[in-house]
């Protein structure tokens, strides 16, 4: 079983940077899932931010190109988001994912931290 857990989120003003981490317990194969991080505002649906796709590229939501990066680090399973001149709209919950692309199985999803911009 794996366990995503995410952190770093709080509080910033316009223009501010955070930057969260998801730490996996146990092992994700970068071969066979596609790992990254979606958002949901409230009333919205939730929605991919950022991700690491199986084979290595990234994608990014349009909103956040430029702004936001995604990194991993494999050795010790992990992928963190910078995320840089923030907006009231990336105001969200944001969720750790691990998507199951090859193959079947579960797919895995963090509890979620909260992202707040406002001054």
């Known amino acids: 079983q794996v366990q995503l857990v995410e952190s770093g989120g709080g509080l910033v003003q316009p223009g501010g940077s955070l930057r969260l981490s998801c730490a996996a317990s146990?092992?994700?194969?970068?071969?066979?899932?596609?790992m990254g991080w979606y958002r949901q505002a409230p009333g919205k649906q939730r929605e991919l931010v950022a991700r690491?796709?199986?084979?290595?590229?990234?994608t990014y939501a349009d909103s956040v190109k430029g702004r936001f990066t995604i990194a991993r680090d494999n050795a010790k399973n992990t992928v963190s988001l910078q995320m840089n001149s923030l907006k009231p709209d990336d105001t969200a919950v944001y969720y750790c994912?691990?998507?199951?692309?090859?193959?079947?199985?579960?797919?895995?999803w963090g509890q979620g931290t909260q992202v707040t911009v406002s001054s």
């Open positions: 146990g092992s994700i194969f970068v071969s066979i899932y596609a």
């Open positions: 994912n691990a998507e199951r692309i090859i193959g079947s199985g579960s797919d895995y």
């Open positions: 690491f796709n199986v084979g290595g590229s990234t």
